[in-house]
């Protein structure tokens, strides 16, 4: 079993940044590909962005493109969101996620998941 935990979330005034960590225990990091989720009041959960075992490849959603950052380190176990230029759209729940068969971002390829961190940007 593996068990996530996020930190970082708060309160951010528009324009500002915030960098969320993952801190992943009872697996072997290095196999897992990782993934940051989001869900505001009222919406789905929607995919963010991915990194890949060893983090050769990423992916993000197209809102986030410049702006967020998601990199690893295998050594800590922990993978990060450097989220920079935050608007109030940005305000939700942001979930870590972890993909044991593949690479994907797909919300149903993700077998395990944080309990979420939340973060608010005020305009």
């Known amino acids: 079993q593996v068990q996530l935990v996020e930190s970082g979330g708060g309160l951010v005034q528009a324009g500002g940044s915030l960098r969320l960590s993952c801190v992943a225990t009872?697996?072997?990091?290095?196999?897992?590909?990782m993934g940051w989720f989001r869900q505001a009041p009222g919406k789905e959960r929607e995919f963010v962005a991915v990194?890949?075992?060893?983090?050769?490849?990423?992916n993000y959603v197209d809102s986030v493109k410049g702006r967020f950052t998601i990199s690893r380190d295998n050594a800590k176990n922990v993978v990060y969101l450097q989220m920079n230029s935050l608007t109030p759209e940005d305000t939700a729940v942001y979930y870590c996620?972890?993909?044991?068969?593949?690479?994907?971002?797909?919300?149903?390829?993700?077998?395990?998941w944080g309990q979420g961190t939340q973060v608010t940007v005020s305009s």
């Open positions: 009872g697996g072997t990091f290095s196999r897992l590909s």
């Open positions: 990194i890949s075992r060893i983090g050769g490849s990423t």
């Open positions: 996620a972890a993909d044991t068969n593949g690479y994907s971002n797909l919300r149903s390829a993700f077998e395990y």
